[in-house]
């Protein structure tokens, strides 16, 4: 499985972003499909995720009710949109897939640069 994470850029405070992930080499339906950021300095964090079944996402508790993760499995793609951006989301956000009986995330995207600028 490959993932191509991209959409990354700079924004201003207050603004919204969209990110995408595209996936090939496997079943793209059959994953869970997840976000990831890591901050300059800090450790990588879950951002949220979305089921490969029923299409049910869920949130870091920091980011529910910004973030929103959908998916559209005819495009082997899933999204990040990303509103009401502060300073404090800027970094490097990835995309990752695993299996629904898969305790971890097995494959990884490379990463999109987000940079929010007050």
């Known amino acids: 499985v490959q993932l191509q994470a991209f959409g990354g850029g700079s924004v201003q405070a207050g603004g919204s972003l969209r990110l995408s992930c595209a996936v090939s080499?496997?079943?793209?339906?059959?994953?869970?499909m997840g976000w990831f950021r890591q901050a300059p300095g800090k450790e990588r964090e879950f951002v949220g995720q979305i089921t490969s079944n029923d299409g049910k996402a869920s949130y870091s508790t920091s980011m529910k009710g910004r973030f929103t993760v959908s998916r559209d499995d005819a495009k082997n793609t899933v999204y990040l949109q990303m509103n009401s951006l502060n300073p404090e989301d800027t970094a490097v956000y990835y995309c990752a897939a695993r299996l629904p009986t898969s305790a971890r995330w097995d494959y990884w995207g490379q990463g999109t640069l987000v940079t929010v600028s007050s």
């Open positions: 080499g496997r079943t793209f339906g059959g994953y869970f």
